[in-house]
């Protein structure tokens, strides 16, 4: 089924740990980016990427890392988790970024709680 | 600053019509898009719109006037299945995505 992977789906981490949250996609699509979503707020964006070899900054980066290695998988890295990056996080792609071929295809989302 | 604003809540019966607005200000505008939420669930894409005017697709329509930066998704025939939160994100001049809170849409028997 043609999609985006998200693993895991739901994590508890204690506070200063180092996690890694998955996503591959199969759509072939250029562009990736990371969401966090939290209650009264909009997704806002973490780190994208253009194209395989490629990251950029969004509006939210601070403590976290992507790479982009191969078109298929857009890992995000905490480093050193905080309490406020509790939160869900929703791995997307697009065909590109211009406009009209933004659609974005979203993966399941992956719950974490640090304490 | 760029600033979506949606309502946070809205009740509606079973069988209605309702309207979700959204206004924007924005540096710069290259298209509104309005995606579907149910709890617990992945956003999914319902609609773009990049000129003004109206667009219809089946139950749902989405209306855009670039010169009063606001944009309404209208849902006819309200079905249970449309209890959800309904996502207004606008593409600026960066190629970024801002979105808006959303609204959380109650359908009622």
């Known amino acids: 089924i043609a999609g985006i992977t998200q693993a895991p789906t739901s994590q508890i981490l204690a506070a200063g740990r180092r996690m890694t949250l998955r996503c591959t996609q199969d759509m072939r699509h250029n562009a990736m980016y990371w969401y966090r979503q939290d209650l009264g707020l909009g997704l806002r964006l973490i780190h994208y990427?253009?194209?395989?070899?490629?990251?950029g900054k969004g509006e939210v980066p601070d403590g976290y890392s992507v790479s982009r290695a191969n078109t298929d998988d857009f890992p995000l890295t905490l480093a050193s988790a905080v309490p406020s990056q509790t939160s869900v996080y929703f791995c997307?792609?697009?065909?590109?970024?211009?406009?009209?071929?933004?659609?974005?295809?979203f993966g399941a989302g992956s719950r974490l709680t640090v304490l | 600053g760029q600033n979506i604003d949606q309502p946070t809540e809205m009740t509606a019966t079973e069988g209605a019509i309702v309207q979700i607005n959204c206004t924007y200000q924005?540096?710069?505008?290259?298209?509104l898009f309005w995606y579907q939420q149910h709890a617990g669930e992945a956003p999914t894409f319902l609609s773009y719109n990049v000129l003004d005017g109206l667009e219809e697709k089946g139950r749902f329509s989405s209306f855009l006037s670039r010169s009063k930066g606001y944009s309404y998704l209208l849902l006819k025939e309200l079905q249970m299945k449309d209890s959800a939160s309904y996502l207004c994100?606008?593409?600026?001049?960066?190629?970024?995505?801002?979105w808006g809170a959303g609204t959380k849409l109650i359908i009622k028997p």
């Open positions: 924005t540096s710069g505008f290259n298209g």
């Open positions: 994100a606008v593409h600026d001049s960066n190629y970024q995505l801002i």
């Open positions: 997307a792609s697009s065909a590109s970024l211009t406009p009209g071929a933004n659609v974005l295809t």
């Open positions: 990427s253009n194209t395989a070899g490629t990251t």
